[in-house]
């Protein structure tokens, strides 16, 4: 009975070395930031897709531009998706450009786009926000428990150095205490992997998504008169 009592995870960790307790702290804050942007980085993603499947729906569906890009301008910012704000760079530029004397047509074309890919550069910037964290947390996490396992044995069998004769009632708690920190490191990493796998691939196709309309909207403006 007492060696069950002292093997409950609340016991393992208490008892645990000053080093060993400070990696399990280090890796709970790492896991808890790390589910904090999963859903952040959810709801992001999601809403995305969500306004780019409405305006792709809306551009399609009215050939009036004018009309198109006043609807964008009344809407408030998180209304807004991504595609919404390349659209708006890109008319505007264009309009712009078209009223200034002396442009040509492939001058003109090409500050448009230029335009159109500024925004959705920074669009990018934004949707890839966070994943560099989800991915130092997936393979950074394991290696920060395995140190706090390899100390802890090591104090484990430190401690035997005194004893006569070593029994499974005195290695384990030390042994037990040294593994839950490698327990917390994979805690820490699986669900930070499984999400930006997730996100990364999300977002090259939310990319795709946009560098096609780029080059359908810029062949839509090519024909305006």
């Given at each position: ?183 917390m490191g994979l805690f820490a990493a699986i ?6 796998n997730r996100y990364v691939h999300d977002v ?22």
């Open positions: 009975m007492d060696l069950i009592r002292d093997l409950s995870l609340v016991q393992l960790v208490g008892n645990a070395s000053l080093l060993v307790q400070l990696v399990m702290g280090l890796l709970l804050g790492v896991s808890l930031m790390s589910w904090w942007y999963i859903f952040l980085k959810m709801f992001a993603v999601r809403a995305a897709k969500s306004h780019t499947r409405e305006f792709e729906d809306a551009f399609w569906g009215n050939p009036n531009l004018v009309a198109l890009y006043q609807q964008a301008g009344s809407k408030l910012r998180h209304d807004q998706g991504a595609l919404e704000h390349i659209f708006a760079a890109g008319f505007a530029e264009f309009v712009k450009l078209k009223k200034t004397h002396g442009v040509d047509s492939a001058a003109l074309m090409e500050g448009t786009r230029r335009a159109m890919r500024a925004r959705y550069q920074r669009e990018m910037d934004h949707l890839e926000s966070h994943l560099s964290f989800l991915a130092t947390v997936g393979s950074v996490s394991p290696y920060v428990g395995l140190l706090g396992t390899v100390w802890g044995i090591m104090n484990a069998f430190r401690g035997l150095s005194s004893v006569g004769q070593a029994t499974l009632a005195q290695v384990a708690p030390g042994i037990a205490e040294a593994l839950v920190a490698t327990a669900p930070a992997v499984v999400a930006y090259a196709r939310l990319s795709s998504r946009f560098e096609s309309f780029i080059e359908e909207f810029s062949n839509v403006l090519q024909r305006q008169p």
